[in-house]
């Protein structure tokens, strides 16, 4: 019998049996001898019994118990990220042989979390030498550029070429930035240095950033929010995310309608809404804008590249926040960024650190 094959258990069947047989033994020998009183000894001999098995399988359970305690603890500690943590499974039987599967299961996962940070980190480099090179000729491209336009002020055709091979360049160029920064985030080598920073003036950079585009397009930028809310966060990436979100609504709206940025706090969050008026996100979509370089069939803009809302999305999750999108078509989209703040412990903790 397979249960028979550990130690423990196999000890533990012949000690009940040796107290049965002896049992037995003594009670035939009471019978054999007829002694006065004999169902009396009998009857003690079997409260014995009874009390000696009763300590012989506590003392059995009690330390399969910590054997379990001491397994549970290691997969605990293995959670918790401690990835060299193992049960002890040097005895034989079902039970070890199920923490031996364990230890397998973690040896593996550890070897395909390695095998995925070396992939990340190769394409992390390749993406960077590749953007590294890139970087050069798209310099030059843009020089030779200008000095065209410049040299063609009289030829309109020439000139209407120049601006949009000038468009085209800086397609490349915000392709190449943002396959680098998805590249790094994705291989966790950027460290965010989260700093108390005023919503409020965040939010006033992002206005500024759009305002020239605002006037051309005859688009609206509001903002509205209060004044001394602060969010513990990267400065330049949260920025990053809001301005690609902006961005993204300026590309879906047409010229009178509005985009209003919306800041807001709670207990327990602080919120950044977008939300525009313009053509809606069709509900097939509503389920992809997060994929990298999806592209709808029923959007009209042709120029987007299908980063600038999975970049958002890294970085909002990557402050432990959350993105949400409500859109209706042809009436308007919103996109809500939560982020929690922090309790007055960690606040304490991120103080001390600095």
């Known amino acids: 019998m397979k249960i028979l094959a550990n130690r423990k258990i196999k000890s533990l069947f012949y000690k009940i049996l040796m107290c049965m047989l002896t049992f037995i033994v003594v009670s035939v020998l009471f019978m054999v001898f007829e002694l ?13 019994m009874c009390i000696v098995i009763m300590v012989v399988c506590y003392g059995y359970f009690k330390e399969q118990n910590e054997i379990m305690e001491n397994a549970v603890a290691q997969i605990t500690e293995y ?16 039970m070890y042989r199920l923490f031996h599967e364990v230890n397998s299961l973690a040896a593996i996962l550890n070897a395909n979390a390695e095998n995925e940070r070396k992939s990340k980190q190769f394409l992390k480099n390749t993406i960077s030498d590749i953007s590294h090179q890139l970087k050069t000729p798209l310099a030059a491209l843009n020089i030779y550029n200008g000095l065209l336009q410049e040299e063609t002020e009289e030829l309109p055709q020439i000139q209407e070429f120049a601006a949009l091979s000038e468009k085209e360049l800086d397609r490349i160029e915000t392709l190449v930035q943002n396959l680098l920064k998805i590249t790094k985030l994705d291989a966790g080598s950027i460290v965010f240095e989260k700093t108390l920073e005023n919503v409020a003036d965040m ?20 903002l509205s929010g209060e004044g001394d809310i602060s969010l513990l ?37 602080v919120q950044i809404r977008i939300t525009d008026n313009g053509s809606g996100i069709h509900p097939e979509d509503l389920h992809h804008i997060f994929k990298r370089f999806y592209r ?6 042709k120029q987007g590249i299908g980063l600038g809302l999975p970049l958002a999305k890294m970085i909002v999750e990557a402050h432990n926040g959350t993105i949400e999108v409500d859109s209706t078509l ?13 309790t007055k412990l960690q606040a304490g903790s991120y103080a001390a650190v600095r």
Not at 80 to 93: F, K, L, P, T
Not at 203 to 222: N, P, S, T
Not at 331 to 342: A, D, E, Q, R, W
């Open 79 to 94: 959670i918790s990220g401690n990835r060299e943590a193992r049960i002890a499974c040097d005895e034989e039987g079902e």
């Open 203 to 222: 939010m006033g950079e992002v206005e500024l950033h759009f305002a020239y585009r605002a006037r051309q397009e005859e688009k609206e930028l509001v």
């Open 296 to 301: 709808s069939r029923f959007s009209k803009d």
């Open 330 to 342: 042809r009436v308007g989209t919103t996109f809500t960024l939560n982020f929690l703040i922090p």
């Open 233 to 269: 966060c990267d400065h330049d990436w949260i920025i990053e995310a809001v301005e690609n979100i902006v961005k993204n609504a300026f590309d879906h709206t047409e010229n009178g309608n509005y985009i209003r940025i919306e800041w807001k706090t709670s207990v327990s969050m």
């Open 36 to 48: 006065n009183n004999a169902a009396l000894y009998i009857l003690l001999c079997a409260l014995a």
